[in-house]
């Protein structure tokens, strides 16, 4: 005769086997594949946001500027990567597919939970990619006379970026978030290239310590180093890009 | 028990992305004053409160301000849960989203340059390329009253401020012919629908009003 107390623990045991079990079928029926491109920082954040959450996927990688006749199935619209399949699912936009992977896989969120902190994050991320990729790359690579004035701008673009960070270890606090993994993947690991490769020292130390700090503590983070393009053959990629560029 | 809340939102009447901001609020009942900018001379809140970008719409809510309309409508719909105006879906969300940005990027960009095109060939290209991406949102209609299926959402707002209430007046002030009943009986369909719900129509630009602003708007871009 059991008590109503063992009862409940059997039960609990119960629905925990059939939870794992449920989420054991749902892991192997789950097919989750990425289309990306190595030196694409739109598709490196996304390696990044499913390295962050755990969840194995199969990646793909295309040989742009060559599109496999899957890419231009999967993404006629724009035709690019980054491309997410989940199950029966394709998704394309770096940043719409973060948040869905943010709100599939609910562990570990990495984005702000409270709406204003989420509003910044994301107002920032649009600022990354829409105002400082055009002005610090293809404005500066054009740039014939008056390439000091397109670093300023750039630099006065990423003042910004300066004081959002003071503080903090990461943009998103203790640890990586959103805002990390899209300004990371593209300043840094993708802009700082190219400038490297043009002889810029676009974030000096002096001008951006916080920056600085938080490039060094994202080297120290695992995921990340893991899912950023390999330095020397990166520069060597962005040299030829920087010259196709320029005789444009 | 709520508090005085307070929301303000900086806004110009002709700008589709203000006048979606004002149907979001309207849609979910709430309260706001509303601070009408001008283009030409922009306010000193409004250079305080948008540094960067000096462009509205900017809704401030309890002192704190959020920019960029898409940003605004997430932050309205995760702060004023009733009424929500985003699918709950994770995957429906994100083609929302995806959609979202494609209006406003691609539909926009071509749309508006398609006016102020000098010659007449330059802006039928352009009306054309318009054209085949509006088709995107045409299949997305079939076989619902709204993008947001059986009421308005997220996309209706971005689409529905964007195309039929600010787009469609421009081409009528050049001339041009883009979206012709024959080839979007679903878009026709979809924009009776939206005439009916009183939180769009209560947001939209006066037409005639519309048009000449849209036509002056095009001469300035044209002769810049």
Redesign the interface.
């Known amino acids: 005769m059991i008590s109503l107390y063992d009862f409940y623990i059997l039960n609990e045991k119960l629905k925990n086997k059939l939870r794992t079990e449920e989420f054991d079928k749902r892991k192997r029926d789950e097919c989750l594949k990425l289309l990306g491109f190595w030196i694409s920082p739109f598709s490196r954040r996304v390696e990044m946001a499913l390295k962050f959450k755990g969840v194995p996927y199969e990646y793909l990688e295309e040989d742009l500027p060559k599109k496999t006749p899957l890419l231009l199935e999967l993404n006629p619209i724009h035709k690019k990567v980054p491309v997410l399949v989940h199950n029966d699912k394709i998704l394309s936009e770096s940043h719409v597919i973060l948040e869905y992977i943010d709100l599939t896989w609910s562990n570990n969120p990495f984005l702000p939970q409270d709406p204003y902190e989420k509003a910044m994050a994301r107002f920032w991320a649009k600022f990354v990619d829409e105002q400082i990729l055009p002005l610090g790359f293809m404005s500066l690579v054009k740039a014939e006379t008056g390439i000091e004035v397109a670093i300023e701008e750039t630099r006065e673009l990423i003042t910004y970026l300066e004081k959002e960070v003071t503080g903090k270890y990461y943009f998103g606090g203790k640890t990586i978030g959103f805002l990390d993994m899209v300004a990371g993947s593209m300043i840094p690991f993708c802009l700082a290239r190219a400038w490297e490769c043009m002889g810029i020292d676009m974030i000096t130390h002096e001008k951006f310590p916080e920056l600085n700090r938080w490039i060094n503590k994202l080297n120290e983070v695992e995921i990340v180093r893991e899912c950023i393009p390999p330095k020397e053959k990166h520069i060597e990629r962005m040299n030829q890009i920087v010259e196709r560029i320029k005789s444009t | 028990m709520a508090e005085k809340e307070e929301v303000k939102l900086l806004g110009i009447w002709a700008s589709p992305f203000s006048r979606r901001i004002e149907m979001a609020l309207k849609l979910k009942g709430i309260a706001y004053d509303y601070v009408e900018e001008s283009l030409d001379n922009k306010s000193p809140l409004l250079l305080a409160l948008n540094p ?1 970008h000096k462009k509205v719409p900017v809704l401030v ?1 309890n002192g ?1 301000a ?3 309309s ?3 409508l ?2 309205i719909d ?2 004023w849960k009733h009424n929500p105006i985003l699918p709950q879906d ?2 429906d ?2 083609k929302a ?2 959609f979202a ?2 209006v406003d990027e691609q539909i926009f960009n071509a749309g508006f340059v398609s006016m102020t095109k000098a010659e007449q060939q330059g802006r039928e290209d352009l009306a054309e390329q318009t054209r085949e991406l509006i088709t ?1 949102l045409e299949k997305e209609l079939v076989g619902k009253d709204f993008l947001g299926g059986k009421s308005v959402g997220f996309l209706d707002l971005v689409a529905g401020s964007m195309i039929p209430f600010c787009l469609e007046r421009g081409w009528e002030g050049m001339g041009l012919q883009v979206i012709t009943d024959d080839k979007f009986p679903e878009y026709k369909r979809w924009v009776k629908n939206l005439e009916k719900v009183e939180s769009v129509t209560d947001c939209i630009p006066p037409k005639e009003k519309h048009i000449e602003h849209m036509n002056f708007m095009v001469g300035r871009f044209r002769s810049s």
């Open positions: 960067i809510h704190k959020i920019l960029e898409h940003v605004v997430e932050y995760e702060t994770p995957y969300r994100s989203r995806f940005k494609l995107y």
